[in-house]
């Protein structure tokens, strides 16, 4: 047999049948997170048609989207719009057999937060969920993807999803990452060198020696982040850190399962000659800390730098695009960014809130205070992370900086609960989108890793984490 | 899905790269059960500001604000999976894209509402995108069935492709879940098989 990635054997190993002969198959789907504002038409659907779930055990029903964060939880939505979101989720969990983790629940937090912290996710497997950053999962080996709601509903009622094969992309990561530079920053910079539509139509695998020595967390951060490329799956090879991971997870397999398991497991990998659409290398030893500066992900720049002129844009329509972002976001060509002052500060959402990014978070707020005319809030991805930050001193950290100390969800994300700027804020953010409006119509999202955020949130600008560590070392 | 055969009217040029689904579709229209009340969202923060039309918006403008078709840019539809965004379009009255590439999800989510989403090449949309700029010669026609596009007031004409089994889909307006369901035996028949080999997977 010829040679394949390890995305050509996930599909190969999920195809139920061909649906013509231009690789249209039908793809079964081993599990889904669903939540309570991309699933109630599909639910809708399958109650006009008379239709059942067709394996109500594999998914999750997980409120994370329009919760609030702040730190006294009642089951009480703030608005009933959001509150009939959630009554009709419980209502569609109770009537079609699905698991439900509610807002009260000890389990509950944000989808791709809580789904591998159950041990739901495991090698092997395809993930399909309501969500673009279901490629959370790629980083255990299983194939991840967000889709759209007709294809929940149409993954609820048949176990399997309509499906095109997708092009390969590999990201092989060398080198050995810089002070201050995380696994955000080296997502970020592959997506600033190959574009916001630069994996449009991939499926990306991260590979490489940073890869293997990056903690699962890390690859979570960089699975999830890489969307804002335009991916559309991520796959990585599972290796004993994944399994590490794994293992005593409440879902996880027991005893000798686990050992069948874990031997299988470890033999998914791309096949050493196995060919990629596209390779992409990068040395992350190259790699500064990055911020944002425009409207699209992909308009970024190490801190050090200064705010782009934009004549160097090439072609009419992104120049303008890229003119249109600076007057957003406010700045003027020229600018260190390093001089830009924020009012806000997020630490938060599925890329960047498990009990590492609070630690790297914490490490830049311990014995220093949130600057005069700045807000700083943290809002860890699942009350199972809340209670290990607050069981390692994290949580009084944050609080002694004074830093706003919330419950669990998406938040300011993507502004859908209560948490939301006004217009003309600026936040720096641990977030993975800085589109127009994202954080609220009107407010400014610089995107930059956990430690960077927290930087500027006790220098009241942005600034160059590194300056905060070296101090912190001397 | 709506189905989808031969469509004529106006096309409204979005030639900017990367116009996401939050520009598309603004979480404030995110907080329904259902489907209704999307046309309102669509480019909600662009069409309006200060509670006003904003004259500046492509779709305000004299000669484009009954659009049917847009002519976009690059990664077209990208960022979240929300499909609020096809519905809102839908329901503002768009009937087809027509761009160099749109993101996955929301390709998706077009062909699975009918939407039509039409990739040609970057020179072919640029200049289809210039020729609608002037509202004067702002009209197309689309022939699904023939898989051509008329524009430039019916003088010029163009093909592009689409994959049968899509076409198909959106010629008839087909019932996906329905038409999967026909293979139930398969997919029962897989799942045995996979559990086997698979037994940690429930």
């Not at chain 1, 039908?26 to 038409?41: A, C, F, G, I, K």
């Not at chain 1, 690859?219 to 982040?225: A, F, G, L, Q």
């Not at chain 1, 190259?286 to 500066?293: F, G, I």
């Not at chain 1, 609070?358 to 209670?387: C, H, W």
Request: aromatic content about 8%; overall charge negative.
């Amino acid at each position: 047999m010829a040679a394949r990635t390890l995305y050509d054997k996930l599909v190969d190993a999920h195809v139920v049948r061909n649906l013509d002969d231009s690789g249209l198959v039908l793809l079964y789907v081993d599990r889904t997170v669903l939540n309570e504002y991309t699933s109630p038409q599909a639910f809708a659907g399958l109650r006009a048609a008379g239709r059942k779930v067709w394996n109500p055990k594999a998914a999750l029903m997980v409120v994370d989207h329009v919760n609030p964060t702040a730190a006294q939880r009642t089951r009480a939505m703030p608005d009933r719009s959001a509150a009939r979101q959630v009554d009709y989720f419980a209502d569609n969990a109770r009537d079609f057999g699905i698991e439900y983790f509610d807002i009260l629940d000890p389990r509950q937090g944000i989808e791709h937060v809580v789904a591998p912290e159950q041990g739901l996710v495991m090698p092997g497997m395809v993930i399909a969920a309501g969500d673009s950053h279901s490629t959370a999962y790629g980083a255990f080996g299983a194939l991840g993807y967000g889709i759209g709601t007709s294809d929940i509903e149409h993954y609820l009622a048949t176990s399997t999803v309509r499906y095109r094969r997708l092009k390969t992309m590999r990201i092989h990561l060398t080198g050995a990452a810089p002070l201050g530079v995380t696994p955000k920053d080296i997502v970020m910079e592959v997506i600033r060198r190959i574009g916001a539509d630069g994996a449009t139509g991939y499926a990306v695998e991260f590979s490489g020696p940073v890869v293997s020595d990056m903690s699962v967390e890390g690859r979570i951060v960089m699975s999830i982040m890489i969307v804002e490329a335009g991916a559309r799956g991520v796959v990585m090879a599972p290796d004993q850190k994944v399994l590490d991971y794994l293992k005593g997870r409440p879902r996880a397999p027991k005893g000798e399962m686990w050992e069948r398991a874990a031997t299988s497991w470890l033999a998914l990998s791309s096949d050493p000659d196995a060919r990629f659409d596209r390779e992409v290398m990068l040395d992350v030893s190259e790699v500064a800390p990055l911020v944002t500066w425009g409207t699209s992900p992909d308009q970024a720049i190490a801190v050090t730098d200064i705010v782009p002129d934009l004549v160097q844009q090439d072609g009419h329509d992104r120049r303008t695009a890229a003119m249109r972002a600076l007057s957003y976001m406010g700045l003027t060509p020229g600018t260190p960014i390093q001089s830009v002052p924020i009012d806000f500060a997020f630490i938060g959402s599925c890329t960047n809130s498990r009990i590492e990014d609070l630690r790297d978070a914490a490490a830049i707020f311990r014995g220093r205070r949130v600057a005069e005319g700045v807000r700083a809030i943290v809002v860890p991805g699942s009350t199972q992370v809340r209670a290990q930050a607050e069981a390692e001193g994290l949580a009084k950290v944050f609080t002694d900086a004074g830093v706003e100390w919330r419950q669990s969800g998406c938040s300011m994300c993507l502004a859908m609960n209560d948490d939301v700027l006004r217009p003309g804020e600026r936040c720096a953010s641990s977030t993975n989108r800085n589109f127009e409006g994202r954080q609220g119509p009107g407010a400014r999202t610089h995107l930059m890793s956990p430690a960077m955020v927290a930087a500027a949130a006790v220098t009241g600008h942005i600034t160059d984490v590194r300056s905060l560590l070296r101090g912190a070392r001397q | 899905m709506i189905p989808f055969g031969q469509v004529t009217g106006v096309a409204a040029p979005m030639l900017a790269p990367n116009i996401d689904t939050d520009v598309i579709m603004p979480k404030m229209f995110l907080k329904g059960v259902d489907r209704s009340g999307l046309g309102e969202g669509a480019f909600n923060l662009l069409r309006f500001s200060g509670g006003k039309p904003n004259p500046d918006f492509v779709l305000n403008r004299e000669g484009y604000r009954n659009a049917c078709f847009l002519v976009v840019g690059p990664n077209f539809g990208c960022g979240s999976s929300r499909e609020h965004a096809v519905w809102g379009l839908q329901q503002f009255g768009i009937r087809a894209l027509i761009g160099t590439s749109f993101a996955g999800i929301f390709n998706d989510n077009c062909a699975n509402n009918g939407l039509l989403t039409i990739s040609l090449d970057p020179g072919v949309v640029a200049e289809l995108g210039e020729i609608v700029t002037d509202s004067s010669r702002n009209d197309v026609a689309i022939d699904l069935a023939a898989q051509t596009i008329r524009f430039d007031c019916g003088r010029r004409a163009i093909g592009f492709d689409i994959e049968t089994d899509r076409k198909e889909a959106f010629l008839t307006g087909r019932d996906f879940i329905a038409s999967t369901l026909v293979f139930a035996d398969d997919i029962r028949a897989f799942e045995a098989r996979h559990r086997a080999e698979n037994p940690w997977i429930v």
